[in-house]
T-cell receptor, first 109, second 114 residues
Framework: GQNIDQPTEMTATEGAIVQINCTYQ??????LFWYQQHAGEAPTFLSY??LDGLEEKGRFSSFLSRSKGYSYLLLKELQMKDSASYLC??????????WGAGTKLIIKP | ETGVTQTPRHLVMGMTNKKSLKCEQH?????MYWYKQSAKKPLELMFV???????ENNSVPSRFSPECPNSSHLFLHLHTLQPEDSALYLC?????????????FGPGTRLTVL
């Protein structure tokens, strides 16, 4: 079966760095997405990785290792507004997105 | 209006009611999706439409019936639902079905079935 694993919840301190991991087992791979979802709101796109390596976009970076079936989202200089759920999703061989259950990130002052 | 809009934002219905959820995208996209989001569970893809044609139906019960009259509008018709169908229903759109196309989500309809 297809499976995406990510931690259920993480806590970090304002101004710090946090890394959210995602491991996947899917039938085929056509890229990996990270989305942010604030409580009661729609998921919004953060990043897309299809090749191995690190993609940096401001305070957020996303890493992919296809051979290990592994990705992480790195958030630097954490702000209170970063408190949200972070969703990992993989595009499989049929271009269907397989989603993880999301990681709820709690930022403390 | 910009982006993806959904109405209503909240819906409470009995098991014998019939209701419809509406989604509209103002992005000129060709693909539209219905997802179900339950607490602490992954997003479940329900239906996919590409250029108004339904391309996927992920074993969704027949009490959920999608309709896509044009590439900008998507409906989800509901009838004789069960309490376990209570969830957040999200609509999304993308330029196409290719993997690199990010999906843009609407704010969702919070559905409660009594």
């Amino acid at each position: 079966g297809q499976n995406i694993d990510q931690p259920t919840e993480m806590t970090a301190t304002e101004g710090a760095i946090v890394q959210i991991n995602c491991t996947y087992q899917t039938s085929g791979f056509n890229g990996l997405f990270w989305y942010q979802q604030h409580a009661g709101e729609a998921p919004t796109f953060l990043s897309y990785n299809v090749l191995d390596g690190l993609e940096e976009k401001g305070r957020f970076s996303s890493f992919l290792s296809r051979s290990k079936g592994y990705s992480y989202l790195l958030l630097k200089e954490l702000q209170m507004k970063d408190s949200a759920s972070y969703l990992c999703a993989v595009s499989d061989s049929n271009y269907q997105l397989i989603w993880g259950a999301g990681t709820k990130l709690i930022i403390k002052p | 209006e910009t982006g993806v809009t959904q109405t209503p934002r909240h819906l409470v219905m009995g098991m014998t009611n019939k209701k419809s959820l509406k989604c509209e995208q103002h992005l000129g996209h060709n693909a539209m999706y219905w997802y179900k989001q339950s607490a602490k569970k992954p997003l479940e893809l329900m239906f996919v439409y590409n250029f108004k044609e339904q391309t996927e139906n992920n074993s969704v019960p027949s009490r959920f019936s999608p309709e896509c009259p044009n590439s900008s509008h998507l409906f989800l018709h509901l009838h004789t639902l069960q309490p376990e169908d209570s969830a957040l229903y999200l609509c999304a759109s993308s330029q196409g079905r290719e993997s690199y196309n990010e999906q843009f989500f609407g704010p969702g309809t919070r559905l409660t079935v009594l």
